[in-house]
């Protein structure tokens, strides 16, 4: 049996969802659509197809877990609609996670991820981007007891797709001033206008491993340093590694300072990072709304070097790209995007933090020994 093409519509915005998963049944011929009501603490799997709804049925909890649920059901669902169907759309209730359900579905025989969207409303997504509200403050998207933000599990949403579809706020500009968001933290994934998406500029398939590569921070896929006047990026990239104490002394003691010049006015910024007292460890910067993360992502293939031949060809392009001698793949890379940056007090800020020529003397053997305030939260 041929495998039937999925188009996956996510997003915070349920307007927006609801717009991209209507515009996709009107514009194509024996086309039918899967989506999961979660409100009222029960799944409600609703069919629809280009007329409006065909089919609602409650699904029984999996181990009471609703997102496990949802990721179990759906290819079940859309197998069932697969023999008459040309098009299936599977539409993902609010903040739940895209990447699971999308790995079922490449999964399941019979069908095939076509495309994975997320569907933003230009009027919300400004301020939503920004904001520092919790989704559990914002029923009925979130589930219970979900204590995520909204910019975070927005950005999450913009950065795991293969597309992005814009629906029109009723000011042109707002919609222009979203339109170049999404162009920035979109990292050149294709913005398509609602009254612009059709069938015609789906991909025949997208692959999960490389929608995986592209957020994950080894093989990132960040926006270029540009300025497009109210939004701008800016990319921080250094061959050598941070000192550790100095590092921790600008987050533990200017954090205000940091998070409004650095953070706050860089609604989003991310990448990979490089102690100096862990020299074998890959960390992440995660960054949203002024919301810091740093986290160990796993070696660096430099420190590894035999797992060079099973990495993956995106793992293998991302170091070399990186490749010094000495140094193998470890860098700092790490892009800002916001509404007004200051590059020269930014990049003057972690510059600081980087070792001097001295330190760099020394060697690795002497980084190591270097106290490690990090150590309380990476180990």
Avoid: K, N
């Avoid at 989003?268 to 919301?291: E, H, I, K, N, Q």
């Amino acid at each position: 049996m041929a495998s039937v093409p999925v188009v996956v519509v996510a997003g915070l915005h349920a307007r927006a969802r609801g717009e991209v998963v209507r515009a996709l049944l009107s514009g194509v011929s024996h086309s039918a659509a899967v989506h999961h009501d979660l409100r009222g603490g029960r799944v409600t799997r609703v069919v629809l197809d280009p007329w409006g709804v065909r089919d609602r049925a409650d699904v029984p909890l999996a181990h009471g877990c609703v997102p496990c649920t949802v990721r179990d059901d759906a290819p079940h669902a859309l197998l069932g609609l697969a023999h008459a169907a040309s098009l299936l759309v599977l539409e993902i209730w609010g903040a739940l996670e895209t990447r699971p359900i999308v790995e079922e579905i490449a999964r399941t025989p019979g069908l095939r991820p076509a495309a994975v969207l997320t569907a933003v409303d230009a009027s919300a997504l400004p301020h939503d981007i920004a904001c520092d509200e919790r989704l559990g403050d914002r029923p009925p998207a979130a589930l219970d007891d979900d204590d995520r933000y909204v910019a975070e599990v927005l950005a999450r949403q913009i950065e795991y797709a293969s597309g992005l579809v814009l629906v029109p706020a009723d000011d042109p500009g707002d919609t222009a001033l979203a339109a170049r968001v999404l162009d920035h933290l979109g990292a050149g994934l294709p913005v398509t206008p609602l009254p612009e998406l059709t069938a015609a500029t789906l991909a025949a398939q997208v692959d999960p491993a490389a929608l995986a590569a592209q957020v994950h921070p080894a093989t990132v896929r960040l926006p270029c340093d540009r300025d497009s006047g109210d939004v701008v990026t800016v990319v921080w990239r250094r061959p050598r590694p941070l000192h550790p104490v100095r590092f921790h002394d600008v987050i533990q003691d200017v954090i205000q300072d940091v998070i409004q010049d650095v953070a706050g006015a860089a609604v989003r910024s991310r990448g990979r990072m490089w102690l100096a007292s862990r020299p074998g460890t890959l960390l992440a910067w995660d960054c949203v709304a002024g919301l810091l993360a740093i986290e160990d992502r796993g070696p660096w293939l430099a420190a590894r070097p035999a797992a060079w031949a099973s990495a993956s060809p995106a793992r293998r392009a991302a170091a070399a790209l990186d490749w010094r001698p000495g140094l193998g793949d470890r860098t700092q890379l790490i892009a800002f995007t916001g509404g007004g940056i200051d590059r020269a007090a930014l990049f003057g800020l972690l510059d600081r933090c980087l070792l001097t020529d001295e330190e760099m003397l020394a060697g690795a053997t002497a980084w190591e020994s270097y106290a490690d305030p990090f150590a309380a939260v990476l180990d």
